[in-house]
Structure formats: C-alpha cells, structure tokens
C-alpha cells in the first residue's frame, strides 16, 4: 500500500512566522503534490514536482514555496505565514504516467 | 478557478437511504476518479472511470463517466453510518498533462 505520511496533524503559527509542512512518501513515486482545501472550494493545487529538484506553480502558488531536495520528500514553505493562509493542507504523490494520487492525512494549519 | 461544478453541497439522509452526487463541467474530461474524505483524514481513491460511458461499481458505490465526458455520478446505495465523509470528483482534462482538477465536495451525513 502507498502510504504518504505529514510531518504534522495539527500546527498553530503566529503571522509573520516562517512555516515548513514536511510529506515523505514510501512508494517511489516520481510526482509529488501539495493542496490546500477550504470548505466549498475543493481541493486547489499549490505546487508540484516531477521529480527531485524540479518544481512547478500550480494555481494558487502566491505566498508558498516548495523543496525536492529528495525524491521520497516534498516540503512546502509559508515564507512569512497569514491568516488567510489557515487552512487544511494535503501531500500527494503518483507514479509517472498514471493518473491517480495518494494523500497524505492533512495537516490542519492555523495562523492567528 | 474551479472548473467542476459538484452537487449536492451536503445531504443528510436517513440510514439505508440511497445516495447519489455528480460532477458537471463544460469542459471534456478523459478520466474521472471519486475519492472519499473521512473527517480528519486525507481522500481515498474509491473509483476510477476511463471511458466515456463506462459504469463501474465497488461494493456498494456505483459511479458513471457521462457521454459527454462532461459529467459523472456516483451512487451509494443502503448507505450506513461509515459511509459519512466528503466525496469529491475528480477529472483528468485533455491537455491538462495529466493534472486533477477537483470538484468542491458533497459533504455526507448519516442518521443511525
């Protein structure tokens, strides 16, 4: 079974803070995904990665930035955290060529 | 934005009920999957549609890729308590690079 593991399930941050979110995925997959969910709004792709140190902007990248250091690891990075930016936060992670992603459980962020 | 129009919102059905949701969008999509959130957990891979038309079931969930390749249903039936989460669609656009686009959710609630 994949599994894709999140550092942490909850996290509380002060504004201004600098926030990592760290995902590890056991599977070997070459992509690797971070969302944000918000209720009503689905699921809105931050960044993603084709492979290690390779990135892309998803549709909502503005105030976030990613790592691939390791092909198993995917960081994502709140450089100067806000409240808008509270929120549930979702790993994936695919094979090459396939369609179907694998989530992580989430880490619930809150920005006060 | 987001380009898949999911309904209902939320249902809150009695217990051996049966339950049906769809994904609509004017775009033409090549797959759809449908994913299941537990509270606090991240979405799960229920079902994945590749052909238009094409009628799939797993266990007691049914869901359809539309002809148009414009929308897709998924059916619970004799739905029981587990069966509570959020349901999201899911749709793979022809050029998209093989990228998700997500609807925004039906939220489930079960009456015992």
């Known amino acids: 079974d994949v599994k894709v593991t999140q550092s942490s399930r909850y996290l509380v941050k002060r504004t201004g803070e600098k926030v990592f979110l760290e995902c590890v995925q056991d599977?070997?997959?070459?992509?690797m995904f971070w969302y944000r969910q918000d209720p009503g709004l689905g699921l809105r792709l931050i960044y993603f990665s084709y492979d290690v140190k390779m990135k892309e902007k998803g549709d909502i990248p503005e105030g976030y930035s990613v790592s691939r250091e390791k092909k198993e690891r995917f960081s994502l990075i709140l450089e100067s955290a806000s409240t808008n930016q509270t929120s549930m936060y979702l790993c994936?992670?695919?094979?090459?060529?396939?369609?179907?992603?694998?989530f992580g459980p989430g880490t619930r962020l809150t920005v006060l | 934005g987001q380009q898949l129009n999911q309904s209902p919102q939320s249902m809150f059905i009695q217990e051996g009920e049966d339950v049906s949701m769809n994904c609509t969008s004017s775009s033409i999509f090549n797959t759809w999957l449908w994913y299941k959130q537990d509270p606090g957990e991240g979405p799960v891979l229920l079902i994945a549609?590749?052909?238009?038309?094409e009628l799939t079931s797993n266990g007691r969930l049914t869901a359809q890729f539309g002809i148009t390749r414009k929308d897709s249903f998924l059916n619970i039936s004799a739905s029981i308590p587990s069966d509570v989460g959020i349901y999201f669609c899911a749709g793979q656009r022809n050029n998209a690079g093989n990228m998700l686009t997500f609807g925004g959710g039906t939220r489930l609630m079960v009456k015992p």
């Open positions: 994936a992670s695919r094979r090459r060529g396939r369609i179907e992603q694998f």
């Open positions: 599977m070997d997959h070459e992509n």
């Open positions: 549609l590749y052909k238009a038309g």
